[in-house]
């Protein structure tokens, strides 16, 4: 076995220990309401959100981006799990503000091993072959505030979406660890 996975099933051999009643948990969140977020790393929304498990339902994806998979997870955690409020938060530093389209889909035709950032942007160390890409948008971000004010607007848009679900956009802070709102994505999505 690798060293993470010994890791990983060590720590949940622990975590059983004291799992407790959480098992009787319902399926809908206690304080119904869901959370879009990246997956970066650095962020632990159960942390900077106060959540404890059976709070709140967490969204992640690169970017915190939103898309037709996190409308669908949205949808549902509203329509069968009683959701009622929904935060949109992206990060700053985030790794998506580091590329573009091009940029990937270019990398991704030379190879699919892992890039490497250097002073001059994105490059392969190795070039072996890849992949067509170009039919991914993988959704990088080129300015921080707008990309929430817009993922917020592709949820306030879907016709599935009640109006009166009420949508928050927030930039989360990786220096500070504060919520900063976006004002612009707030109005956006506010409940009508």
């Not at 309401?33 to 959100?49: E, Q, Y």
């Not at 498990?53 to 915190?64: F, K, L, M, P, S």
């Not at 996190?70 to 799990?81: A, F, P, V, Y």
Request: proline share 6%; aromatic share 8%; net charge negative.
């Amino acid at each position: 076995m690798s060293k993470v996975l010994d890791e990983v099933l060590a720590a949940n051999a622990a975590y059983q220990k004291d799992f407790g009643e959480k098992g009787k948990l319902p399926i809908p969140p206690g304080r119904h309401f869901a959370i879009v977020t990246c997956m970066d790393a650095r962020l632990d929304p159960a942390k900077f959100a106060g959540l404890a498990e059976g709070d709140a339902h967490v969204i992640r994806n690169a970017g915190g981006r939103v898309n037709d998979e996190t409308i669908r997870s949205l949808i549902i955690s509203h329509k069968l799990l009683g959701t009622q409020e929904w935060f949109v938060i992206h990060h700053s530093d985030c790794g998506m503000l580091t590329f573009t389209n091009p940029v990937i889909h270019s990398l991704l035709d030379e190879s699919l091993d892992t890039a490497s950032l250097g002073p001059d942007g994105w490059y392969n160390e190795t070039k072996n072959g890849g992949a067509d890409s170009r039919h991914i948008d993988f959704q990088p971000i080129s300015d921080l505030a707008e990309s929430v004010v817009e993922d917020v607007r592709k949820i306030r848009e879907n016709p599935l979406v009640p109006k009166y679900i009420p949508i928050y956009g927030y930039i989360y802070d990786v220096k500070t660890g504060a919520l900063v709102e976006v004002p612009a994505a707030t109005e956006v999505g506010k409940a009508r």
